[in-house]
């Protein structure tokens, strides 16, 4: 279930009782081979999406190739999406984990030190070259997309959009993340990629964001709200083209105006 209903109080110049709509939120593990890598909170849809999209853009994986099986099973307090990884890569995973035991992380999924959490990212080739008014158009074509929000006025969103032919991916949740994760994983499903479109984004850039639109291979990202600081510096190292406020009279350029067609 993404979504129930529940009693609310309505003020409208004087009260009325009325009904709301409001998004599932639900804890789900990572479990690769039997062990639980994170535990997030999201919108219990796309799971399988989820997790395929978590392990690419976590690094756990090089490709969705080597997730030899997915399974989504319900437990008593949320979801575990079970993931068995090819031999090699299963390796890798241990090892990971042995040089995370001990000390506390800092936050960060599987991150165990300052210098992993602004690790350096790949450098984007120039794929895409695109208008403001195409983005504005397209962040404007997204909301009537946002299925789950519109009933529920709590989700975000996470979509790609290829210049020419619009919006071809959407996803939902709750945590603006999780959202890009499943982004993620219907892309590799379907057997498409990043690289030569724009994600869009119904939320505040934050370094996160940043660090998995490089490992996807997109080279513009787009939201409707600012970029912090660490998020500009990121994108700037690895040539992120980083497009923020976006409403329908204008955006606002951060970095990568070369691929912004009439940028100044």
Not at 76 to 89: C, D, F, I, K, N
Not at 99 to 106: K, V
Not at 111 to 136: D, G, Q
Not at 176 to 205: E, P, W
């Amino acid at each position: 279930m993404t979504s129930g209903s529940v009693a609310v109080q309505v003020w409208r110049g004087g009260w009325q009782a009325g009904t709301r709509d409001v998004a599932a939120e639900v804890p789900v593990a990572l479990v690769y081979d039997g062990g639980t890598e994170a535990v997030m909170m999201a919108s219990p849809s796309d799971l399988e999406d989820f997790g395929i999209g978590f392990s690419c853009t976590e690094r756990i994986v090089a490709s969705a190739a080597e997730i030899a099986d997915i399974q989504v099973v319900s437990v008593e307090h949320g979801v575990e999406v079970r993931m068995s990884l090819s031999g090699a890569q299963r390796e890798r995973l241990i090892d990971r984990r042995r040089l995370r035991a001990g000390p506390a992380g800092c936050g960060l999924c599987g991150i165990e030190s300052l210098a992993e959490a602004v690790a350096p990212l790949p450098v984007l080739a120039t794929a895409v070259h695109v208008t403001p008014e195409e983005i504005i158009a397209a962040m404007r074509a997204l909301s009537p997309l946002q299925v789950l929000n519109r009933s529920t006025s709590a989700m975000h969103a996470a979509a790609l959009f290829r210049p020419g032919e619009g919006i071809i991916a959407v996803r939902e949740d709750v945590g603006r993340h999780n959202a890009l994760d499943k982004l993620q994983g219907a892309l590799v499903r379907s057997g498409r990629t990043a690289q030569d479109g724009v994600i869009l984004m119904t939320s505040r850039i934050s370094i996160e964001l940043v660090q998995k639109a490089a490992v996807m291979g997109a080279s513009v990202l787009a939201a409707i709200s600012a970029p912090t600081s660490l998020a500009i510096e990121q994108a700037r190292r690895c040539g992120l083209t980083l497009v923020g406020i976006v409403r329908p009279d204008g955006l606002e350029l951060f970095t990568g105006e070369e691929r912004l067609r009439h940028a100044p």
